[in-house]
């Protein structure tokens, strides 16, 4: 035990009541009994671990993994969701393994059955003994897309002392923008190794087709949805939106939505009246067709399915206490997009947006006439998507630089072990 692990303890166990009432699953692998994994495959330059706390970081990586084929990957995630996500896109073609929670013995007992040659976090996600364990074993940590919202940086701030020791540590961060960068070197990374490479989630958008989704009509067709009729599809809703989008959807349109949280899925169907969940299709029993016009997607891994489906897309966590959500998946669909004000986690990509007229930000207020306007005119919704989607265009290639990064760094540390050399150099 140390002084971390004193500090974690007495906090695990205050805040018991919140966690242990949440249903989870994973626990041996939490404290780190993660099952060995096999020697690095045979042709691979080294193996990298790549940590994605949850399903949107693991999204992210869809264009970045393809470009590390001469490695040996493993995809760490924290949610049951991520996990199950990651499991989804990249399995078999990478080990997919739960993160352990920072307990030194947990962090310990992972790095030996993961064996990793080097390890980048995805966004964020710096935890004091993961990154302690793998300096002493000598191998680079680095933070790949690196994002640090606003209200993040102040609760640092007030740490900064021990937050320098964690993120001073790493071999380099690679940040979204200059504002994160900027962040990141206040609180102690040194500017040599703050890099700029934009955001990968430009890259995961694919803008290639018009088509629908594969299994979006299997989808439709199983909760009723007739395609005839317009349908609003609103993602990763938070608390309250449901509700507010029951109330501002024009008369006579379909509206689908799909919470960000499942624990919020009784709660959403609560707020939509008579409404035909996706776990409890229609087509279920021999019923079939119907003339509902509320859904609710309580599944996980088909929000692509419903967007490609949708005449307008509105993008939660926007309109309430949230901090909003990505829009970059339904405007590279070829969907009008609208969002709310409160969006500070994606502050950056929406004002790109907006500067290129490529979404449409309003308030709960408006919403309910500005989802009647776009339905009215499929011109100006088609204008809209358009110019979103060539913003896409214009910010993509941060996954080929994350690639080139990651790959020098996995060649050094193999070339340092080789060598026999007791330390690993900062940057890349």
């Given at each position: ?10 906090i695990?166990a205050?805040?018991a009541?919140v ?30 671990l790549?940590h ?5 970081e693991?999204?992210a990586?869809?264009?970045?993994v ?14 049951d ?6 499991t ?8 997919v ?9 947990a962090?310990?007992?992972f ?5 990793p040659?080097?390890?980048?976090l995805?966004e ?31 609760g ?13 540590a790493l071999?380099?961060?690679a940040?979204?923008d200059q ?15 703050c890099?700029l490479?934009?955001s ?25 949805i007739?395609?005839?009729?317009p349908l ?24 689908l939505?799909a919470p ?5 899925f009784e709660?959403a169907?609560?707020a ?20 509902r016009?509320?859904f ?10 419903a967007y ?8 939660g966590r926007?309109?309430?206490?949230q901090y909003?959500s990505?829009?970059?998946e ?6 009008a ?13 929406v004002?790109?947006?907006v500067a ?12 309910a ?14 204008q809209?998507a358009?110019?979103?989607?060539q913003?896409?265009?214009?910010h ?10 990651l ?8 070339g340092?072990?080789?060598?026999g ?8």
């Amino acid at each position: 035990m140390n002084l971390m692990d004193a500090f974690y303890i007495p906090i695990a166990a205050l805040t018991a009541p919140v966690w242990a009432g949440k249903k989870r699953s994973g626990w041996a692998e939490r404290f780190g009994k993660t099952a060995a994994l096999p020697p690095v495959r045979s042709g691979a330059v080294g193996r990298l671990l790549i940590h994605a706390v949850s399903v949107g970081e693991v999204s992210a990586l869809r264009p970045l993994v393809p470009l590390l084929s001469d490695f040996d990957v493993v995809i760490s995630s924290t949610t049951d969701t991520g996990l199950a996500r990651a499991t989804q896109l990249f399995s078999p073609s990478c080990h997919v393994v739960r993160y352990p929670l920072d307990f030194s013995w947990a962090v310990e007992r992972f790095l030996n059955a993961v064996k990793p040659d080097a390890v980048a976090l995805v966004e964020l996600e710096v935890w004091p003994n993961f990154v302690s364990a793998a300096r002493r074993r000598n191998i680079p940590v680095c933070i790949i897309n690196g994002r640090l919202s606003e209200r993040s940086f102040r609760g640092y701030r007030r740490i900064r002392p021990f937050v320098q020791r964690w993120l001073g540590a790493l071999d380099f961060v690679a940040a979204q923008d200059q504002v994160y960068a900027a962040r990141f070197e206040d609180l102690g990374v040194a500017a040599s190794n703050c890099l700029l490479t934009g955001s990968m989630k430009w890259d995961s958008a694919d803008i290639g087709t018009d088509g629908l989704a594969e299994g979006a009509e299997r989808l439709a067709a199983e909760l009723g949805i007739d395609r005839n009729r317009p349908l609003i599809v609103a993602g990763s809703t938070g608390p309250g939106e449901e509700a507010l989008l029951h109330e501002a959807c024009p008369p006579g349109v379909q509206l689908l939505c799909a919470p960000r949280k499942p624990d919020r899925f009784e709660e959403a169907a609560a707020a939509l009246p008579g409404c035909v969940r996706r776990t409890q299709p229609l087509t279920v029993g021999g019923m079939g067709g119907g003339s509902r016009q509320r859904f609710l997607l309580d599944t996980i891994g088909e929000l692509r399915k419903a967007y490609s489906l949708a005449s307008v897309v509105v993008v939660g966590r926007s309109f309430g206490d949230q901090y909003g959500s990505d829009p970059i998946e339904p405007i590279g669909l070829g969907k009008a997009t609208v969002i709310g004000p409160a969006v500070s986690d994606f502050g950056a990509i929406v004002g790109a947006f907006v500067a290129a007229g490529g979404i449409l930000q309003t308030t709960r207020g408006e919403l309910a006439a500005v989802l009647g306007s776009l339905l009215a005119d499929e011109g100006r919704c088609r204008q809209l998507a358009e110019r979103g989607r060539q913003c896409i265009r214009d910010h993509q290639g941060a996954s080929a630089r994350h690639a080139d990064l990651l790959g020098s760094m996995v060649r050094t540390a193999r070339g340092v072990r080789t060598a026999g050399q007791g330390s690993l150099p900062l940057g890349v």
